[in-house]
């Protein structure tokens, strides 16, 4: 018989759950885990796309473009209407052959529809507000390829068609807006930045040591000089003089009448209708139906143009879902780990 005043044991039960959620919460933290393992994933990633780089530089591309079909079309048949996206600022140089940003994409796509003798017109989708002068003037030249080809283009102008936007445009065989969509701003701007009264005041003066009095025109450092501004003016008059030939050609419209257009204004779409700058108001099945009578086809095939991923996109893809796994386990661990501790204090 036990003593009345004796001590018992006292045994403390823990049940197996809370064994494992004690475990979980004080084990190594697997978010130094994971940011380890991206240590050797980042530098891994990095090198086989810089391999991929070289390699595609290297072999060249020679078939960069991809079609989605977005109609059917009539069943059998083969002929074909391209859609080319010209969106955002027209920027790039070089070639169909070899040539960068949009420059180089869009003049691909343009010579993959020049080439496939199934295409049978293009609907070239323009948002834009410009960009340079020169990639502008390199795709208005290719879709003029297109259109001595026998392949009508037709433009669908989005939001805005202006001026780099429009120069391309204005060659097409038909212009369609939307409703709401905006025209113009031709002209041509040079804009040049003046730094010479702050270098003034932090002590800095640069001086030039040049051959001729113009090596240096347009330098930040100093006042342009009248004789310089005249030259600047002359080049900028012979580029819109430009602007305003192909506005006249392409649409047929007297050159004074464009010049009294090219004031720098952009135009809503009914002005644009009533000063012969665009042919209608519509949408995209407007101008769907555009393509098919400038190309006599009923029922042909309407596919979109893609530019093909390279090796080094699918591997950036590829890092960047396999670094949004690793740090969304993390952050799903370090969560869990603190719900734990909170719930066992």
């Known amino acids: 018989m036990d003593e009345p005043n004796s001590q018992r044991p006292v045994q403390v039960v823990i049940d197996p759950q809370t064994v494992k959620a004690i475990r979980q919460a004080f084990r190594p933290s697997f978010l130094r885990r994971a940011m380890g393992l991206l240590w050797y994933i980042i530098p891994l990633f990095l090198f086989m796309g810089m391999i991929g780089a070289v390699f595609e530089k290297s072999v060249g591309a020679t078939s960069d473009v991809v079609e989605d079909v977005v109609i059917d079309g009539e069943y059998g048949t083969d002929d074909k209407i391209v859609i080319i996206n010209l969106a955002g600022e027209i920027a790039g140089e070089g070639s169909y052959a070899a040539g960068s940003d949009m420059v180089g994409e869009l003049a691909v796509q343009m010579r993959q529809a020049l080439d496939d003798r199934h295409v049978k017109a293009v609907i070239l989708q323009v948002d834009s507000p410009g960009g340079g002068l020169t990639a502008s003037d390199i795709l208005h030249d290719e879709l003029m390829r297109l259109k001595k080809a026998g392949k009508p283009v037709v433009v669908l102008v989005g939001d805005l068609a202006a001026s780099g936007g429009y120069y391309i445009a204005a060659g097409a065989d038909s212009i369609v807006a939307g409703p709401t969509s905006l025209v113009g701003s031709f002209g041509v701007i040079l804009s040049f930045m003046q730094v010479k009264d702050l270098m003034q005041k932090i002590g800095v003066q640069v001086e030039p040591i040049k051959s001729t009095n113009m090596k240096d025109i347009g330098s930040p450092f100093r006042e342009m000089s009248d004789e310089e501004k005249d030259f600047f003016q002359n080049l900028i008059a012979q580029y819109h003089e430009r602007f305003v030939s192909i506005i006249a050609e392409g649409r047929g419209i007297d050159p004074e009448k464009v010049r009294s257009l090219a004031n720098g204004k952009v135009y809503s779409a009914k002005e644009a209708l009533d000063h012969g700058l665009i042919?209608?108001?519509?949408?995209?099945?407007?101008?769907?139906?555009?393509?098919?009578?400038?190309?006599?086809?009923?029922?042909?095939?309407?596919?979109?143009?893609?530019?093909?991923?390279?090796?080094?996109?699918?591997?950036?893809?590829?890092?960047?879902?396999?670094?949004?796994s690793a740090v969304s386990a993390a952050v799903d661990s370090m969560q869990t780990s603190t719900a734990v501790r909170r719930e066992l204090r």
């Open 279 to 324: 042919d209608k108001i519509g949408y995209f099945d407007d101008a769907l139906a555009e393509a098919k009578t400038l190309s006599g086809l009923s029922n042909p095939k309407v596919v979109r143009y893609n530019r093909k991923p390279s090796l080094q996109d699918l591997l950036q893809a590829s890092f960047q879902g396999a670094a949004r």
